[in-house]
Structure formats: structure tokens, C-alpha cells
């Protein structure tokens, strides 16, 4: 018998039926040149100090007296302690190094994670969401039946322009809730004083918050909290996922890492010793290469070269934001994430949007409200491609 659970996946329709309508556009107009602002991919080379590290480590690999083979499953401590020092440590944040579960990447542990937690609990999310907090849901039973508006056991909390992209606190109790800043899709940003309604919420209520910070170096202003440890007592209520993805451009290389905090008790049972028990079974730790390459990202040429290509993607978002709302378009994020969150013309759906740039501008977008019914009236662009094809892409959209 297989898991029923998967049949009640909607297909995700979404890259797919993009990836359609730019070939067909390519085919009835041969010669056009496509500007992707679409999928939310990097496109600028690992930095230099990662490849350099990376070919040291595969060197080692080369010879018996250096050679490495399982290691351990949480991961490597020169790669723990470089995150201590660097990522926490400065921000006042106290983490012990088994605190820290190297892995690789954000989205497998955003999945994992509910190995460890009942499937009988309630799960809350933002609406537009990045899909992977509600599909992993389903498939592990915790979603329940579906219903005219959403799922039974998944409560979405809607963000748009009229709540500033703010989710409201919900009135009832939920177990699980998924909280991702800056955020994918809409690309805004919490406080810390918003950020400690959660907290508070969730220590009131008894329940966990994922938080995931897939996007945290992109935050240029003070008062945006970098990781969920900065507000008091979230390390009796939130596990972090991090990601060197969007960091480090190491969306091909696989490396992140989770935070399970060891104050974290559900019925009586601390978290950190579930996880670790579950990574142990089921995960056999992040290539020795790629941990080494990930330690790089740490040393003074590793941040100078992560910062310039950061200061790179942010610049094609400001120019993304400044000359779209200067043409009159409502514009959200892009200043403290790598996304534009634009508002479409008043009585112009997602979709309607979105064919209008491809074939009136040949750029590719995405629609909102592929990622859930509040993001209908949306579109995202993202600033991760080249600087010469987001001002070609401006240019395009002004002549429209
Ligand atoms: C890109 C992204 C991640 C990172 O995923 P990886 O598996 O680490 O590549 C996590 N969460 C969100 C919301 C993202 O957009």
C-alpha cells in the first residue's frame, strides 16, 4: 500500500505551467529574447574562498594520512564553531555547538522536521507561503482532508498590502507554525517587536515556531531581527533553518544548517535529542568538501567576497523597486530581501500580469498567487539575475 497522503497533492501546476507559456512564446516568436526575473534561483559563481577550500579538501581526500570518510552527523565542529562565532556570538546570542545541525540545505530539514513532531498537530502558515511548509504537511498526514478554502488542520494567515504584509496573530491555538523573514515570496520583513508577538504567542500558547532565515544576510536595516534567538525566550519556543543558498550562492553545492535549541521540551521530551536521534538514523551528514567550503564563507575574504555579490543582487533590487514605483506600479520588499513583491494594475489578475510581460515585454515573472489566494493581484521579481538584464527588463516594462 503506499501513502495515501500523496494523492491529496495538488500538482503544482505553477513552474510548470510558466516553463509552458515561455516556450510557447519562444515559439511563436522566434528571436525574442527572454529576461528571466522568474525563478527565484543565484546566478553569480561561488566566492573564491569557497572553491579554494573546496580544492584543498578534495586534495585531502587524496591522500590516506587525510582522508575523510563518514563524518559526523551533525556535522563537522570547525563548521559549528564558525557559526557561533560569526552568526550568533556577535548578535549576543548564546548557542552551544550541539545546538547546531549542519545539513544540506534548509529545504529537506523544513520537511524533515515533523518526522519528530505528531501528525496530530495543528499547523499554521502565512498565505502567499513558499509551498514546501504545506506539502510536506500533506504528505505526512498532518494537513487532514481537504476543504473549500485551504486544508482542515492548516490555518493560513493571510499577507497582503492591506495588513502590510503583517500576519495577524490567529485567535485560536496552533501547534506548529511556520514563519519565514524576509520572506519568500513577498519579500517584506517583521521587526523585532512584531517578530516578539510571535514569540510571545507561541510561549502563551505551548507551541513551535519553524523560522525559517533562508534570507537573513539580505537585511541592510537595524531593528530587523537576523535570527529568531534575538527575541527573548524564542529558545524555548523556535528551531531555525538556515541556508547557505542565498547567502553563498550554494543553491548547487547543498549546505545549511537547523538550530534545535536544548531549553525546546514537548511533553516532556527535549527536541534536540529527538533530532539528533532522527539525523542519526536517517542522515549521514553533509559531504566533508562542502563543510569546508561552507567554513570559507567565514574567513575575511569569504565575507568580503559574500558581501560584494549580496551588495550586487540588493542593488538590482533597488533599481527594480525605485524605477517600477517611480512608473507608478506599488512595489513591496527588495530592501532588506532579494524580492519584489508588485502590485498589478488595478483589475488585472496574477496570470493576466504575468502573460502581459511575456508577450508585450518578453520577461518572465512569477505570479502570485501561485503561492496561495492572497497572493492573487501580485507578481514577483527576482533581483538575482545580471545587473545589464534587470535595466533591460526596466527599460522594457517603461515602454509598455
Ligand atoms: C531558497 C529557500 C530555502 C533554501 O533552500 P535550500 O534547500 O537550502 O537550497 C529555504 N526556504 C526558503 C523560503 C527559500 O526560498
Not at 505551548?206 to 524564542?234: C, K, M, N, R
Request: charged fraction near 20%; aromatic fraction near 10%; proline fraction near 5%.
Amino acid at each position: 500500500m503506499i501513502n495515501q497522503n500523496f494523492l491529496k497533492l495538488q500538482s503544482s501546476y505553477l513552474f510548470s505551467d510558466i516553463a509552458r507559456k515561455v516556450r510557447e512564446f519562444k515559439a511563436q516568436s522566434p528571436g525574442t529574447d527572454v529576461i528571466s526575473l522568474g525563478i527565484g534561483d543565484v546566478t553569480q559563481p561561488l566566492p573564491q574562498a569557497c572553491i579554494e577550500a573546496m580544492h584543498k579538501a578534495v586534495d585531502e581526500m587524496a591522500r590516506t594520512e587525510t582522508f575523510r570518510g563518514y563524518g559526523p552527523e551533525q556535522g563537522y565542529d570547525f563548521l559549528r564553531s564558525a557559526i557561533v562565532s560569526n552568526n550568533y556570538e556577535p548578535r549576543g546570542i548564546r548557542l552551544d555547538l550541539d545546538e547546531i545541525f549542519i545539513s544540506d540545505g534548509a529545504k529537506s530539514d523544513c520537511g524533515n522536521i515533523g518526522d519528530i513532531l505528531s501528525t496530530q498537530c495543528s499547523v499554521g502558515v502565512t498565505d502567499p507561503v513558499y509551498p514546501v511548509y504545506v506539502d510536506s504537511n500533506i504528505m505526512s498526514g498532518r494537513a487532514g482532508s481537504q476543504t473549500a478554502g485551504g486544508w482542515e488542520r492548516i490555518t493560513f494567515l493571510p499577507v497582503s498590502a492591506e495588513n502590510h504584509f503583517i500576519p495577524a496573530l490567529p485567535r485560536k491555538h496552533i501547534d506548529i507554525i511556520y514563519l519565514c523573514y524576509p520572506n519568500n515570496p513577498t519579500g517584506t520583513v517583521l521587526t523585532h517587536e512584531q517578530l516578539k508577538e510571535w514569540v510571545d504567542y507561541a510561549l502563551r500558547e505551548g507551541s513551535l515556531i519553524l523560522f525559517d532565515a533562508a534570507y537573513e544576510a539580505y537585511i541592510q536595516h537595524d531593528g530587523i531581527p537576523h535570527s529568531i534567538y534575538e527575541i527573548p525566550g524564542a529558545r524555548n519556543c523556535a528551531v531555525e533553518l538556515c541556508s547557505y543558498s542565498k547567502t553563498a550562492g550554494f543553491t548547487g553545492i547543498r549546505c545549511g544548517y537547523t538550530i534545535v535549541p536544548k531549553e525546546l521540551t514537548f511533553d516532556g521530551t527535549p527536541l534536540n535529542a529527538l533530532w539528533n536521534r532522527r539525523q542519526c538514523t536517517k542522515f549521514n551528514g553533509t559531504s566533508y568538501i562542502t563543510q569546508r567550503a561552507a567554513e570559507a564563507i567565514y574567513t575575511p575574504e569569504g565575507k568580503e567576497q559574500v558581501s560584494q555579490t549580496i551588495t550586487y543582487y540588493m542593488e538590482n533590487a533597488r533599481l527594480l523597486r525605485e524605477q517600477l514605483h517611480a512608473m507608478g506600479y506599488e512595489v513591496f520588499g527588495g530592501t532588506d530581501a532579494p524580492y519584489i513583491w508588485l502590485k498589478t494594475p488595478q483589475g488585472t489578475s496574477s496570470w493576466q500580469m504575468f502573460d502581459k510581460l511575456l508577450h508585450e515585454a518578453g520577461i518572465v515573472t512569477t505570479p502570485g498567487v501561485g503561492f496561495g489566494p492572497s497572493g492573487e493581484g501580485y507578481i514577483r521579481l527576482t533581483a538575482f539575475g545580471e545587473r545589464t538584464d534587470c535595466q533591460r527588463a526596466i527599460e522594457r516594462i517603461r515602454k509598455l
